[in-house]
């Protein structure tokens, strides 16, 4: 089967970096993604590792070791808009277009 | 505009009663999906479809069926025989179904908040 772990809540304040990760378990899987969800609303697509290494996206940045079992998504320049939920999410294989989510991790940006 | 569109926002049903979800989309995209999303959870996958005429069961279809007849329309149908019915559901298209392809790029939906009492 298919499991990712990520941290339930992060606090950061406004201006700081902040880092939330991602672990899994799965037998196979093409890439990891991010998706952003503030609250009530509809999750929206922020990166994709489908090789080790870093991914950069203006202030957020994404990174991904297969050896490791291991991501992370990295924000930059923290704003209060960046309060929301961020969920990591595996593409299988022998499924299709199949994405397994994390839980999710809530961030809070305080001033 | 181009997007995804799902009706309606909020809906209420009594138990014991089948209801259909709306999910239209105008990306020309081939992939389409249905998700749960229960409070202060993740995004489970009920049903998906990567092909007009063509589905496949996700990780918790029991009490859901869907139809894809038209590559713009998804919709979803929650049974009496779903045991908890109350959640967000969150519809999402992709241009590609296929896993090379770019199905990791998902498009959701605005969602329907569906309360069953």
């Known amino acids: 089967g298919q499991s990712l772990e990520q941290p339930s809540e992060v606090t950061a304040v406004e201006g700081a970096i902040v880092q939330i990760n991602c672990t899994y378990q799965t037998s196979g899987f093409y890439g990891l993604s991010w998706y952003q969800q503030h609250d009530g609303g509809a999750p929206t697509f922020l990166s994709y590792?489908?090789?080790?290494g870093l991914e950069e996206t203006g202030r957020f940045s994404s990174f991904l070791s297969r050896s490791d079992s291991y991501g992370y998504l990295l924000l930059q320049e923290l704003q209060m808009k960046d309060s929301a939920s961020y969920f990591c999410?595996?593409?299988?294989?022998?499924?299709?277009?199949?994405?397994?989510f994390g839980q999710g991790t809530e961030l809070s940006v305080k001033p | 505009d181009g997007g995804i569109t799902q009706s309606p926002k909020y809906l209420f049903r009594k138990e014991g009663q089948n209801v259909t979800l709306s999910c239209e989309q105008n990306l020309n995209h081939d992939a389409m999906y249905w998700y749960r999303q229960d409070p202060g959870q993740g995004l489970r996958l009920i049903y998906y479809s990567q092909i007009v005429n063509d589905f496949q069961k996700g990780d918790i279809a029991e009490g859901y069926s869907v139809s894809r007849e038209k590559k713009e329309s998804f919709p979803l149908t929650v049974t009496s025989a779903q045991k908890n019915p109350t959640a967000f559901y969150l519809c999402?298209?992709?241009?590609?179904?296929?896993?090379?392809?770019?199905?990791?790029?998902?498009?959701f939906g605005p969602g329907t908040r569906l309360t069953v009492t």
């Open positions: 590792n489908a090789l080790d």
């Open positions: 999402a298209s992709s241009p590609s179904g296929l896993a090379g392809g770019r199905s990791y790029e998902q498009y």
């Open positions: 999410a595996v593409l299988i294989y022998n499924q299709g277009g199949k994405l397994i």
